[in-house]
């Protein structure tokens, strides 16, 4: 299922190719800066606001989530290449807003299906497993990157097209393995196996960044290009060795077990779990469901989805990560014309995709599994590392707003790392301040602060004051602008207010995010990983002193032990 997973999230990350063909959309339809940055709000309002997604996941099974997301990619992709190839009429701004909104909203229905129930299946190394996944949706980028070369050289149009057929048709391949499933409590080797899919993954991530190093200074031919991208199949093929192996131990040891009566006695518990009576409480009650829901639970416990959504602390990590990722995601979607404006050329551009690709992998799985690791060994909350990775963000920035020679190439590396970074940690601070029984919601609800920060940086302030500033240079040279002309500014001046104030409201996001650091530090110094520990003995110890054989086969790592959210959810 883990492999299934990464293969699926290694074609969703085609929001981080918009800068490859944002131009075309410009020049093709006639938009100015405004438009375009519009367009783009809608492609991270898409891709970030996916309750919709999180709440069929409630109540029907992943491969649903799947189907529907492949369904809506295609169409929504298919559409806008229609459009800019001009094999349509040419669409209102409106109707192009929505066929962006429906292909990106398409990646969250991969992400939700696929993730969550990554992260239901390993609840204690949810880090981990967060930033391995969230990782190769960052590294995506970069593999479509090479896909689109191979296919279609340097025909930008065309990578629209990829971006229809590709990422629709893998996940309709691997629906059967998507499923929550008991977890076999090995927990040492499953850490082992998790770091041996970040080394190939981090083996790929170093692959690609040579190719870039190399396309950028010599011109490869499509044979050059295929060969590279056969490469990066071939890699991504690499884990199934490791995860044939791990199945076929995993079955030779249930068949070596099967006449244990042990075995057997944990077999029946796990299988024929005790039903729960209903009580006449559990009823539902209207005016106790509404004063419940500003009474909470303690943290780590299971909030509801409206507990969660009125909780200080969501709203706290909503400011925060709004300022933090919205600044990035203006640098993102503006790549193409930052790289116009202050004269890289359009060969440069793709090379600022690809780093900000890979070192937007990088910081999630460094996030990922280093917060996991010193937060188990040393108890380093989570929120003080979000907090670290958006005040880092400001660098990037600065870089952007100062144009100094060739600081676009950092600033993408910086921008890239730090928003993959701040995604992995707002999942896993979620699912541990909020619990796990309704994560696919709550996940999707935290991710509403992406959009709301890219409309604000992006299009009231990024887009206004370049079109402000384009329409100026007109101006001095005695033009005006034509209808349906799109709008060019060029110089450091273009970009520098914006990214000014963008700045100013990054480091504001940090002061925000050390706030949650203070109210959740008692909290992070316990043990939040215990209450998992504490469901196995219960579902499992029969009665007496039977808890104490059973630690002792845990600790072997030679029992099974059922995942409490898969059972109650069966």
């Known amino acids: 299922m883990v492999f299934a997973t990464l293969i699926i999230l290694s074609v969703n990350g085609s929001g981080y190719l918009f800068g490859l063909y944002s131009n075309d959309i410009k020049s093709t339809l006639g938009y100015d800066q405004t438009t375009l940055n519009l367009l783009s709000f809608f492609k991270d309002l898409g891709s970030n606001l996916s309750i919709l997604a999180g709440l069929i996941y409630e109540v029907a099974p992943p491969w649903v989530v799947l189907s529907m997301g492949s369904v809506m990619n295609f169409i929504g992709f298919f559409m806008i290449w229609i459009s800019v190839t001009g094999r349509i009429t040419k669409p209102q701004v409106w109707q192009m807003c929505l066929y962006m909104w429906i292909a990106s909203n398409s990646q969250s229905f991969p992400n939700t299906g696929a993730l969550v129930t990554c992260v239901k299946n390993f609840p204690e190394s949810r880090g981990s497993v967060l930033g391995l996944l969230k990782g190769f949706i960052g590294l995506s980028g970069a593999i479509l990157t090479q896909y689109y070369h191979a296919i279609y050289k340097d025909d930008s149009m065309a990578l629209i097209l990829l971006l229809a057929w590709l990422p629709s048709i893998v996940p309709l391949i691997f629906l059967r393995p998507i499923r929550i499933m008991k977890v076999v409590r090995m927990e040492n080797k499953e850490i082992k196996i998790f770091f041996r899919f970040l080394y190939i993954a981090l083996g790929l991530a170093g692959f690609i960044m040579v190719m870039i190093i190399l396309q950028k200074k010599f011109r490869f031919t499509r044979i050059d290009y295929i060969g590279s991208a056969s490469v990066v199949i071939i890699t991504l093929l690499i884990p199934l060795v490791f995860v044939i192996k791990e199945e076929f131990s995993v079955w030779k040891s249930k068949n070596q077990g099967s006449n244990s009566n042990t075995n057997s006695q944990l077999n029946v518990v796990s299988e024929n779990p005790p039903a729960v009576q209903a009580r006449p409480e559990d009823q539902f009650n209207p005016f106790a469901y509404i004063r419940n829901i500003f009474n909470p639970p303690d943290r780590g416990e299971d909030y509801t989805i409206f507990q969660a959504i009125f909780n200080i602390d969501m709203l706290i990590l909503f400011i925060a990560t709004a300022c933090g990722t919205g600044g990035a995601l203006t640098v993102i979607d503006n790549l193409g014309q930052l790289g116009k404006s202050l004269g890289y050329s359009a060969h440069s551009l793709s090379t600022f995709i690809s780093l900000v690709s890979i070192w937007n992998f990088l910081g999630r799985v460094m ?66 301040l909020f619990g796990l029984k309704h994560f696919s919601t709550m996940y999707n609800v935290g991710s509403v602060s992406s959009p709301v920060g890219s409309y604000i940086f992006n299009v009231r302030v990024a887009g206004h004051l370049y079109d402000k500033e384009a329409l100026k240079q007109l101006k001095a040279l005695g033009l005006t602008r034509k209808p349906g002309q799109d709008l060019n500014c060029i110089g450091a001046q273009c970009y520098r207010p914006a990214f000014l104030i963008i700045t100013a409201a990054t480091l504001f996001g940090s002061v925000v995010s050390l706030i949650l650091v203070f109210r959740t530090r008692t909290f992070y110094k316990g043990d939040i990983y215990k209450k998992f520990r504490e469901d196995v003995w219960e579902s499992l110890a029969p009665t007496g002193n039977g808890a104490a054989p059973l630690r002792e086969m845990e600790d072997k790592g030679t029992i099974v032990v059922p995942e409490k959210t898969a059972l109650s959810s069966a």
């Open 367 to 432: 996030a990922g599994y280093l917060s996991e690791f010193v937060l188990t060994k040393y108890k380093f909350p989570r929120p003080l590392m979000l907090t670290f990775v958006i005040l880092l963000a400001c660098v990037g920035h600065l870089l952007i707003a100062l144009a100094v020679p060739n600081s676009l190439y950092f600033a993408s590396v910086l921008t890239g790392f730090c928003l993959g970074a701040q995604l992995p940690l707002l999942c896993a601070i979620i699912s541990e």
